[in-house]
């Protein structure tokens, strides 16, 4: 239905090009460019239901992508090394050891306000 509607607006504006600009092809073509906007207008109105309507039959079944792409960011975010000064903490205990640490001395110093 696009493909019809393309094409006559083409015919229309080659009408233009091989005879010349007047009033009878330039409403023809204003027509045609509203009729165009319609007519994607409907597609685009289809495509949105068929998309919903696939989603309500299939359900959420691309979940195990999800899941994956998760796990993928939750591994991405840990702390596997750590500069503590000039030394390289690598340990997993030591690393929380530290954190902890510091953390303890940021928040549990008496700080005189």
Do not use: C
Not at 24 to 45: F, G, P, R, Y
Not at 56 to 62: A, K, T
């Amino acid at each position: 239905m696009v493909r019809d509607v393309v094409n006559n607006l083409s015919a229309i504006q080659s009408d233009i090009d091989l005879l010349g600009n007047n009033d009878s092809l330039m409403n023809q073509q204003k027509v045609a460019q509203i009729h165009l906007e319609n007519t994607l207008n409907i597609e685009e109105d289809y495509w949105r239901e068929k998309s919903k309507t696939n989603w309500h039959s299939n359900g959420d079944r691309n979940t195990k992508y999800f899941h994956r792409l998760t796990k993928i960011k939750n591994t991405s975010k840990l702390i596997n090394n750590l500069m503590s000064g000039d030394n390289m903490i690598s340990d997993p205990e030591e690393i929380s050891s530290h954190i902890t640490n510091h953390f303890h001395n940021i928040f549990a110093t008496n700080n005189v306000v």
